[in-house]
């Protein structure tokens, strides 16, 4: 017999609800099992939302264990679509025709079925790493850097990477942002994570009897509920902010990378002390972008508040925290004592010899020094701020691509040219500045151009590399990118990652999906938690991890970003046409105001060349159809 049983919790917040024990909302949960009748109506009223979330979890947890999960999940979706799906109408017939380049921000849900049917399954499966001892501690609302999977079955195996950082956080603060402002794909991604329970359960929850292999838990969830659980997981993360300022205040309202616990961020063994400027300069803007949708769309205003609040200490902190003098950013930092009060200068000295002196994401704390720290507070003139761009240009340089069948190509050098460096083009409004964005362009030419040419069935970015069949301590690959305009030496050109796509996404949407769907279509490359770390271009092995940067980079790509919502902010508050006019001045110096050459090369041309070979076998519990949006 099917029994329902209601989960109520009061509602939203919102400005047409209000927040008294007086209103609920309903969440509808089916369940068919011996047990059910354990479960009844529960009702919480003023306990707090922190509560009511894990009241929930905790029944969550109770209904899944008395039911056998299907031993093949429809995550494997990628088979159902081909690149054709993404093709574009083709303008004129040369075989460099020219097509119409749309980004991500100028996509809407409806132009093109299949599309939206991809981006849906893909927002729905990465969502179920966005779940509780995965990617995210519900108790603590932080995120887990990651976790390794079954090399056979793709379901979790040991260990939980049960460390995090700032970068971490910025992207799931992205999507919220995203979600909120009322991005169907986000929303989806938050969606499939509270829907968690009833499709992916941990391994110790599945040793049922067979004869409950058809019970089935369906929770039926409003957008109203959406909104909830993202407004309260926000409050719970914020607070776990403000407990790890308050008993460390040293950091200066920031975070060093942290081990996560159920109460919190806590120090982890190898940066007691020590501070990254980069990642918090992610953190920031994504902060920053998150507290001008919570004003735009008048809900949460009292989280809005507290953002607020942190990014004005902030603004108070970072000069003291990173700023050496003479125009140099420290990379990291020490902090003498943790304790401290974080406006004492002395207490900070940099580690080793390097500076936030290049041009790639680490630029976005130093724009945030250069347009929101309080420079006088420490005696420094307003025109201090001028010495980073000094202190940066020998880094921006133009190169030239060399392609064998296309020509010169006019691009910005990298470091490995990683795709990883392209993360500031998620974060602030780059491309509103011709020459950044005629440059970028011709950037993700050349990543396309060098696979193409090369014969590379996916895109390089840094990532975990792929190991043999067993191997659960796999080891980081920075150095991987495209040595012809890099900088440094490009140790791996033999590892693809998905989410080596998203910053050609940004320049055109349609190509940038076709090759995040042959990366997707490789061997054991979807599994019950989304799309894995990494493969070899031979497609004889995998990397068996899920993390933030390998998965939802791309997921908040294919969202559009957010520069819009910095974008706003910054014109609200009168610096947006100095961050316009640094880019421009500095940029224009060195690449001038064109011509481009390989400006006239059609992304269309620039499709993957070949499919990643198949010498796996796929993950055992993740079928091929049928996927849950075709």
């Not at 299907?70 to 088979?79: E, H, K, L």
């Not at 406006?343 to 390097?354: A, H, I, K, R």
């Not at 290049?358 to 307003?382: H, I, Q, S, T, V």
Request: aromatic share 12%.
């Amino acid at each position: 017999m099917l029994k329902h049983h209601l989960f109520t919790c009061p509602s939203p917040l919102s400005p047409n609800h209000n927040n008294n024990n007086n209103n609920e909302w309903q969440l509808p949960l089916q369940h068919e099992s011996p047990s059910s009748s354990l479960l009844t109506s529960i009702r919480v009223y003023g306990t707090g939302i922190l509560v009511r979330m894990m009241i929930m979890i905790m029944v969550l947890a109770v209904m899944t264990s008395h039911n056998v999960m299907a031993q093949n999940y429809p995550c494997r979706f990628a088979s159902d679509y081909s690149t054709r799906d993404f093709a574009k109408e083709e303008r004129g017939s040369s075989s460099t025709k020219q097509v119409h380049h749309m980004m991500f921000k100028e996509y809407k849900l409806g132009d093109n079925q299949k599309i939206d049917s991809f981006l849906m399954n893909v927002s729905y499966w990465e969502g179920k790493f966005a779940v509780h001892g995965v990617g995210l501690n519900m108790f603590s609302a932080l995120t887990y850097d990651g976790h390794q999977i079954d090399y056979d079955t793709s379901r979790l195996h040991e260990p939980l990477h049960a460390f995090s950082a700032p970068s971490k956080e910025s992207l799931h603060l992205n999507m919220m942002a995203l979600a909120l402002n009322g991005h169907a794909i986000a929303r989806n991604f938050f969606l499939s994570s509270m829907q968690h329970s009833s499709l992916v359960t941990p391994s110790d929850r599945t040793k049922s009897s067979a004869s409950s292999t058809s019970s089935k838990l369906r929770m039926e969830i409003s957008q109203q509920d959406i909104d909830t659980f993202i407004l309260s997981t926000l409050k719970t993360k914020l607070k776990s902010y403000e407990l790890f300022d308050n008993r460390y205040p040293g950091f200066g309202s920031l975070l060093p990378w942290f081990k996560v616990e159920d109460e919190g961020a806590e120090l982890l063994w190898d940066w007691p002390n020590r501070i990254p400027s980069l990642d918090n300069g992610q953190l920031i803007w994504a902060l920053i972008g998150l507290e001008q949708v919570l004003r735009e769309k008048n809900i949460g205003i009292d989280l809005a508040n507290t953002i607020e609040a942190k990014i004005k200490k902030i603004s108070k902190t970072v000069i003291p925290l990173f700023y050496e003098g003479n125009g140099l950013v420290r990379c990291v930092t020490t902090i003498k004592d943790i304790y401290e009060n974080p406006l004492n200068v002395s207490n900070y000295e940099t580690e080793g010899f390097c500076y936030l002196d290049d041009p790639y994401e680490g630029e976005l704390m130093d724009l945030f020094m250069d347009m929101m720290a309080d420079w006088k507070m420490f005696g420094y003139p307003n025109n201090e701020r001028e010495k980073i761009w000094i202190a940066k240009r020998p880094k921006l340089r133009a190169v030239k691509y060399r392609s064998k069948n296309f020509g010169d190509i006019l691009v910005e050098e990298g470091y490995w040219y990683s795709a990883h460096e392209k993360w500031k083009y998620l974060v602030l409004p780059y491309l509103d500045i011709p020459v950044n964005r005629q440059v970028f362009l011709n950037g993700e030419r050349a990543r396309l151009i060098n696979s193409v040419e090369n014969g590379i069935p996916g895109l390089y970015a840094s990532v975990t590399q792929p190991v043999k069949r067993g191997d659960y301590n796999p080891n980081y690959a920075s150095a991987c990118g495209i040595q012809q305009i890099a900088s440094q030496y490009v140790e791996h050109t033999d590892i693809i990652t998905p989410y080596g796509s998203f910053p050609v996404m940004l320049a055109d949407r349609n190509i940038g999906l076709m090759w995040y769907l042959n990366m997707l279509q490789g061997t054991k490359m979807q599994g019950v938690h989304g799309s894995t770390e990494s493969t070899n271009i031979t497609g004889t092995a995998i990397c068996p991890v899920v993390t933030w940067d390998s998965k939802i980079t791309t997921l908040v790509s294919i969202c559009g970003g957010i520069s819009t919502f910095t974008s706003r902010y910054m014109k609200e508050r009168g610096i947006y046409e100095r961050f316009y006019n640094v880019i421009e001045i500095e940029w224009t110096r060195v690449f001038g105001n064109g011509p481009f050459p390989g400006s006239d090369i059609s992304f269309d041309v620039l499709r993957p060349p070949l499919p990643i070979p198949q010498n796996m076998i796929n993950f055992t519990q993740c079928a091929r159809t049928p996927s849950k949006y075709v």
